[in-house]
């Protein structure tokens, strides 16, 4: 059974940096792509960057610059990092990692990032 784990969510001030890990384990997802989302206090939850298997990259406007998703492979799990940088209060939310595999739908359970002085 494959699992979605996230870690390396906290407090920080404005400005400051953050790194998010996922670690996907249980499957073989080495050609799937990831997400990372992020769901706002009363809002939705956003898409707000992408790698696929090949490694290219995308992201939402609102984080463009400023986040950097890159992943990488360990024996039989598959990580994805996601770099938070010149973090601004509007990023705070839960943190969530997904992938698609084989039409099911795998999400982690989510990291809370607060930014906040």
């Known amino acids: 059974q494959g699992q979605l784990v996230e870690s390396g969510g906290g407090l920080v001030q404005p400005g400051e940096t953050l790194r998010l890990s996922c670690a996907a384990s249980?499957?073989?997802?080495?050609?799937?792509?990831l997400v990372w989302y992020r769901q706002a206090p009363g809002k939705q939850r956003e898409l707000i960057a992408v790698?696929?298997?090949?490694?290219?990259?995308?992201?939402a406007s609102s984080v463009e610059g400023r986040f950097t998703i890159s992943r990488a492979k360990v024996k039989n799990t598959v990580l994805v990092y996601l770099d938070l940088a010149s973090l601004k209060p509007e990023d705070t939310g839960v943190y969530y990692c997904?992938?698609?595999?084989?039409?099911?739908?795998?999400w982690g359970q989510g990291t809370q990032v607060t930014v906040s002085s």
């Open positions: 997904h992938l698609n595999y084989r039409g099911r739908d795998y």
């Open positions: 249980g499957r073989n997802f080495s050609s799937s792509t």
């Open positions: 790698i696929d298997s090949s490694g290219t990259t995308s992201y």
